[in-house]
């Protein structure tokens, strides 16, 4: 017998809630996210004194929010200076607040 695959079209919006949702999916990155909307900016070595982390895991937590666009990061070498991605940051509250109702 022959299945047929039926192919799902998702929204922006669907795959953005998802997105932010899975970065958001662990208790360190809320804990990130929260320092930074204290903070304008941060590098990884602040995080670190304040989280009970290796600077690893905690460069690796930096990387999933940024990559979902949630925080973004500056060069300023040798080091990254992170803050929150406003905009998306803004559209995530917006969307979450929206999906919840």
């Known amino acids: 017998m022959k299945r047929s695959i039926e192919i799902i079209n998702y929204t922006k919006e669907t795959t953005d809630i ?16 929260m320092y930074l909307e204290n903070q304008s900016c941060c590098f990884t070595g602040d ?8 600077q690893s895991t905690v460069s690796q937590h930096l990387k999933e929010l ?5 925080i973004q990061g500056e060069l300023k070498p040798p080091k990254i200076k992170y803050c ?8 995530a509250k917006e969307l979450f607040v929206n999906f919840l109702k």
């Open 47 to 54: 995080l670190v004194d304040i989280l009970p982390l290796a």
């Open 66 to 70: 940024k990559d979902a666009g949630l």
């Open 84 to 91: 929150i991605h406003q905009e998306n940051w803004n559209k």
């Open 18 to 33: 998802a997105r932010f949702a899975k970065a958001l999916g662990h208790p360190t990155r809320i804990t990130i996210l």
